[in-house]
């Protein structure tokens, strides 16, 4: 037939490993509760989190797990190890200690490869690599949830220098283990998105250039085929939401020097996915298209996959905002004008760095007309009215507070606490409320009001509309204005 000579064979290999693949995938994405490592369920993890699971996997002989080097405070780093294959895989996570999806998706990988289910694919994956996985390379970052480690660095631009014992672990490993492959696992800001479109870069995917003409040799070439393979996947379950990462070459980054010295670096940045702050949902996508990995990796399946496939995903943008409002109508010194305003709603950890609060500031105003929002409201015919404040003994009707247009309430405050899960500014005896002054970096607390009526607020970067019930209503926090 005219069709077989056409389609080249590779295509078809490409196609086949696709739809026995697109099963495995379907059926790790199904069943991923049955292995989820439910004790890590908030990004907020720290050391202590997952040593009594590195201690249960070293007493299990299926595993070998070795202390591979300390953090600058002194804690331990482990590696643990399974599989019997001759191709040395190496994945580590949360080398920036405040990106912890992958050290989440390591765990529950870990748990899937420790039961009975799933014996035929992970016989083909055991027999043929073996895996070596170190995860939270950044244990002190981890502690207080920040990127850089105790020396106050980025541990991603000390491959060269190697001051810091976490890089000089990674650094170790990667020379002794000489892995076929290596899993860079980091996360981004939610505030990316796929080029040119609405959808946030929930995954992006970059095979980390060796040097600055971003030459394509073989290792890259294999990182790149699995990437697609992986893209492939994510498109699946989160369609359009995948971008790849710059590949400037960056002398001092690990994985940029990893693929220099010979190891296909797969770079893995779990981003954002809406309604889905502490990230399980992107957690299960990493599990289950690095499981996928890893498997083709094995059978060698993704060989076939065309390089140029790579290109074809779209780049990394960085174009949201968690809430942008359009074409309001803001009145200054007499005149209108119509704006566009982009909103962030900022983390603010508590004091022992296992939660945290919102903060919202306004991050853009004018023409936003190329940036995208989360969650989006048009305000074309709205006029934005600045907040009221008013005093009462307790607050016992928010929504009545709210349609008069009242946003700072003076109030007993509770004590101890930095926010109220009110949508209400709760402020001292003291504080002023000063005339508004609409500008970038404010908090975005204002109304708006349409024909005369109030019919939306805006409380710390939170849009609550007064026609619903507010315990309808997800709506974050107020702040608490202590003196
Ligand atoms: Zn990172």
Redesign the pocket.
């Known amino acids: 037939m005219e069709f077989k000579k056409i389609v080249p064979l590779a295509l078809l290999c490409w196609a086949t490993t696709l739809t026995a693949q697109k099963d495995l995938t379907s059926q790790l994405y199904e069943t991923y509760e049955n292995f989820k490592e439910n004790s890590i369920g908030k990004r907020r993890i720290k050391h202590a989190d997952i040593q009594p699971l590195i201690a249960e996997f070293k007493s299990n002989p299926k595993f070998e797990v070795q202390k591979v080097g300390q953090s600058i405070q002194g804690k331990d780093l482990h590696l643990i190890s399974i599989g019997t294959g001759k191709r040395n895989i190496f994945l580590w996570s949360?080398?920036?200690g405040d990106?912890p999806t992958a050290t989440q998706a390591i765990f529950d990988i870990l748990r899937f490869l420790d039961t009975p289910e799933f014996q035929e694919e992970k016989e083909v994956i055991l027999s043929n690599l073996k895996l070596h996985f170190l995860p939270m390379l950044n244990p002190d970052g981890a502690e207080v949830f920040q990127?850089r480690n105790a020396l106050g660095i980025d541990i991603?631009r000390d491959a060269l220098r190697l001051q810091s014992p976490e890089g000089q672990t990674l650094k170790r490993l990667r020379d002794s283990l000489d892995a076929d492959f290596g899993f860079n696992l980091?996360?981004?800001s939610k505030y990316y998105n796929a080029e040119l479109t609405e959808k946030p870069a929930t995954i992006s995917y970059l095979a980390t250039a060796f040097n600055y003409e971003k030459d394509i040799n073989e290792i890259r070439a294999n990182a790149m085929k699995v990437i697609v393979f992986m893209n492939n996947i994510i498109q699946k379950y989160a369609p359009g939401q995948v971008g790849r990462y710059s590949d400037d070459f960056e002398p001092r980054a690990f994985g940029d020097n990893i693929a220099k010295w010979g190891t296909s670096l797969i770079l893995i940045?779990s981003g954002g996915y809406r309604n889905d702050p502490e990230k399980q949902e992107i957690r299960k996508l990493n599990y289950v298209s690095i499981l996928s990995a890893l498997y083709t990796i094995a059978e060698e399946s993704f060989k076939s996959i065309p390089t140029e496939d790579y290109e074809k995903i779209p780049h990394n943008d960085r174009k949201l905002f968690d809430l942008k409002i359009k074409n309001v109508t803001y009145e200054l010194l007499g005149n209108k004008y119509i704006l566009d305003l982009g909103i962030f709603r900022n983390e603010v950890d508590l004091k022992d760095h296992n939660d945290f609060f919102y903060r919202g500031s306004v991050a853009d105003q004018g023409d936003l007309s190329t940036f995208y929002g989360y969650e989006t409201f048009d305000a074309e015919g709205y006029e934005l009215i600045a907040p009221k404040m008013a005093t009462v003994e307790s607050v016992k009707n928010p929504m009545s507070l709210l349609q008069n247009g009242v946003a700072f309430v003076k109030t007993k405050l509770p004590t101890e606490v930095a926010f109220t899960n009110l949508p209400l500014q709760l402020v001292h005896q003291d504080f002023e409320l000063k005339p508004m002054n609409l500008q970038p970096g404010i908090n975005p607390t204002f109304f708006l009001k349409k024909d005369g009526v109030i019919t939306h607020a805006v409380i710390n970067g939170f849009l609550v509309d007064l026609s619903k019930p507010l315990d309808e209503q997800n709506k974050g926090n107020g702040l608490i204005y202590r003196k």
Do not use: G, T
């Open positions: 949360q080398m920036h990106e990127r991603n980091h996360d981004q940045e």
